[in-house]
């Protein structure tokens, strides 16, 4: 069954299924077609057979499928007919498979095989996962308790510390590449989509050709919107900061509805302190977080280490 959504190559949100023009960056979409909607039964690469569509994207599509030999069933991901087209779509593909095949950790989701397709469409296989992303959590119930918020923002830093280790800044950390899968009597945090990921080797850039920003605007960096050559893994630090806030105090710190003014009050406004729209967030919790929301990157954590041990500490304040 067809997403009601899907992503935009131009801006990097989502936009009806029935839109068909991106309405900030005024580029049309590619075109959807009824193939991405019949997808059962073919067979990828003499591989896999699709099973499902899980998702549908604007230059992308999710399938589960079945190893044909192992028969294990997977996340088959793969670029759209006429994707490969669009040079930037392909290079965000190629990008993703370098990044998460340096990666092994329980918290960044597992990738097991790849390839291309004959006329060169890439694909990805990744373990199949059951559970919910943070954003439909989220959008279900605003405001998370706030051990269970620790918990996610715990496990995302472990998950970015190997991340950051590999020589990988994801630069798209948002509630919907954060994916709370479900083990046993609990969730576990995915991290997923390294599309925007920049390896060391390459060289540095937080725009496109076009012009486009490198990122989902509302988890953006005052680095990244100023568009700040050398930036580095601690645009992803703030992206998790700006989430564990909005898991906690029900809304994002920065949330105008046009684009350009969210972008001026991130680079201009204080955050409010979580403890204003949420009174019994800790002293020291909320002293953690607006550091981390600090404007200037060298007042922020310098890694994901020391931003999850000062969560630690900050939540020891909930049993005294």
């Not at 919107?225 to 992206?239: E, F, K, P, S, T």
Request: charged fraction near 25%.
């Amino acid at each position: 069954m067809p997403r009601s959504v899907r992503d935009c190559p131009h801006c990097l949100l989502l936009h009806a299924r029935e839109v068909t023009v991106c309405p900030f960056a005024r580029k049309p979409l590619p075109a959807l077609t009824p193939a991405d909607d019949a997808m059962e039964d073919t067979v990828v690469d003499g591989k896999y057979r699709v099973q499902s569509v899980i998702g549908v994207g604007a230059v992308g599509v999710v399938v589960r499928a079945k190893h044909l030999e192992v028969g294990r069933s997977v996340a088959l991901k793969m670029l759209r007919p006429g994707a490969m087209g669009l040079p930037e779509s392909a290079h965000r593909f190629l990008r993703e498979i370098r990044a998460v095949g340096r990666l092994a950790h329980p918290n960044v989701v597992d990738v097991l095989d790849a390839g291309a397709l004959p006329d060169g469409t890439p694909w990805l296989a990744m373990e199949l996962l059951e559970g919910e992303s943070l954003k439909t959590r989220l959008d279900r119930k605003p405001q998370l308790p706030i051990p269970v918020a620790l918990r996610i923002a715990d496990e995302l830093l472990s998950a970015l510390e190997a991340v950051h280790a590999a020589g990988v800044i994801h630069r798209d950390i948002k509630p919907e590449n954060v994916f709370l899968a479900s083990v046993g009597d609990r969730d576990s945090v995915k991290l997923l989509d390294f599309g925007l990921a920049k390896v060391h080797e390459e060289r540095d850039a937080v725009v496109t050709r076009s012009g486009q920003i490198l990122g989902t605007p509302l988890y953006l960096a005052p680095e990244q919107i100023a568009g700040q050559h050398g930036v580095d893994h601690r645009v992803d630090l703030w992206a998790t900061a700006v989430m564990l806030f909005e898991m906690l105090a029900g809304r994002p710190p920065f949330d105008a509805v046009a684009v350009a003014a969210l972008l001026v009050q991130i680079m201009r406004d204080p955050p409010p302190h979580v403890r204003e729209l949420r009174p019994e967030v800790p002293v020291e919790l909320d002293a953690v977080i607006d550091r981390a929301l600090d404007k200037l990157p060298g007042n922020r954590f310098s890694s994901a280490k020391s931003f999850r041990r000062a969560l630690a500490a900050a939540g020891s304040a909930l049993h005294p």
